[in-house]
Each structure stands twice: as C-alpha cells, then as structure tokens.
C-alpha cells in the first residue's frame, strides 16, 4: 500500500522567513496531493492542494510543488507569521482513499 | 458550505462498554465517509472507508468486529466502539466526500477517553 514520508518532524522558523515541508510517497497511482493545517484538538484543514498533471501551484503565501518522477512534493511557505505555527501533514491519495505523512510541527518565532 | 460535524466532541466511559460516535454532512450528500483515528503527537490513520448502503471497508489491522460502521444515508455514518478499553482511547475524525476524487471535509473530531 501507499506509504507516505514527511520531513523534518518539526521546523522552527523566525517569523518572515520561509519554510520548506518535504513528503515523498511510494505509490505512483496516487493522484491528488493535499496539505493540512491541524491546530491542537482541531481538525485538520486543507491549506492547499495538487493533482498529478500539475507541476506547481500557487495560492498566496504557500505554494506546493510536486515531482512525479521522484515521487516527491513540498510546501513552500512565505513570509510566515506567528499564526503559521501549527501541525502541517501532506497526504496522498488514490481512489479517494487518503494516506496521510507522519507530521511537521512549525513554531514561527516573533 | 461542505460542513462535516460530529458527535459527540468529547466522551468518557468505562472500560467494557459500547460508545457510539455520528458524523454528519451537513449541507452535501456524502457517497463516501472515512473514519480516521489519531493518537496525541501522531497523524491521522485510515480505519475504514464506508460508501453509502453498503459495508465498510477496513483498513489491514483494524477489527470490523470491535469497530462498528454504518453509513444508512447519504448524510449520516456512525462509528460503535465496542467494549472500549483504555488503549481504545484517542481522537477520532470523521470525512466526507461527495464524489469519489472530490475533496474530503472533515468532522471536528471526537475524543474519547475510556478509564
């Protein structure tokens, strides 16, 4: 089955830089990429995703780029604030059926 | 809209006993609800994929029989854990999605803590 890696497991940022988030997944049928925001004992929400026939994708301050060949993508994200600071999990998915990474806890320092 | 809720937000209970958790799409038809659980400082792991009228499908080490899935409308699946024990307790999360492909919406979670 699809196994999905994340890394680093937590990144501490000052605020205004950028951070980087990298997963990479095994199985090349999976087809959408997406990212979540998980603040402590909320939900999970979806901050941005891709899909397979697509490169990059922009949506204001984050971006995420996916490289089918290396079976890998990352988010990007710019200009961070301290309300960045949360748990992000990339997840990759096939027939609808997600597989989510093991988690990125970012602390964007004031 | 695509409002997934859940509940209850939180229950504690006994070990031995049956605790029953909704999830709800609220504002969509949902053809598919997942069911994921989390434990503190982990991420989210798949435990059944359930389609609407028919039975669910587990993922490999998750017990059909000690979790309890049905999905008896398009807008309503219900997870049973039965006779709960403490190693039982942790945050579960519900999804939906109105077509397969289609982005999931998630529940805000339950936590469940058995003594």
């Known amino acids: 089955g699809e196994n999905v890696e994340q890394h680093p497991s937590t990144l501490s940022v000052q605020e205004g830089d950028s951070a980087v988030i990298k997963c990479t997944y095994s199985d090349s049928a999976s087809n959408y990429f997406p990212w979540y925001k998980q603040e402590l004992g909320k939900r999970p929400q979806l901050i941005i995703d891709?899909?397979?026939?697509?490169g990059e994708k922009k949506d204001q301050r984050i971006a995420v780029t996916l490289n089918k060949t290396a079976k890998h993508f990352s988010l990007h994200i710019t200009e961070t604030q301290p309300e960045d600071s949360a748990v992000y999990f990339c997840?990759?998915?096939?027939?609808?059926?997600?597989?989510f990474g093991t988690g990125t806890l970012l602390a964007v320092q004031p | 809209g695509a409002v997934v809720s859940q509940h209850p937000s939180w229950v504690i209970c006994k070990s031995g006993t049956s605790v029953k958790i909704e999830c709800r799409s609220l504002?969509?038809?949902?053809?598919?609800m997942f069911w994921y659980r989390q434990f503190p400082k982990q991420s989210l792991m798949l435990m059944a994929t359930?389609?609407?009228?028919?039975?669910?499908?587990?993922e490999q080490g998750v017990e059909k029989d000690k979790f309890l899935i049905n999905h008896a409308s398009l807008t309503l699946s219900t997870l049973t854990v039965t006779s709960a024990h403490p190693e039982d307790s942790s945050f579960y999360i519900c999804?939906?999605?109105?077509?397969?492909?289609?982005?999931?919406?998630f529940g805000p979670g339950t936590r469940l803590t058995v003594l």
């Open positions: 891709i899909r397979s026939n697509v």
């Open positions: 997840a990759a998915s096939k027939a609808n059926k997600l597989i």
């Open positions: 359930s389609n609407e009228g028919s039975k669910a499908t587990y």
């Open positions: 504002d969509f038809q949902a053809t598919t």
């Open positions: 999804s939906a999605s109105a077509r397969r492909g289609d982005e999931q919406f």
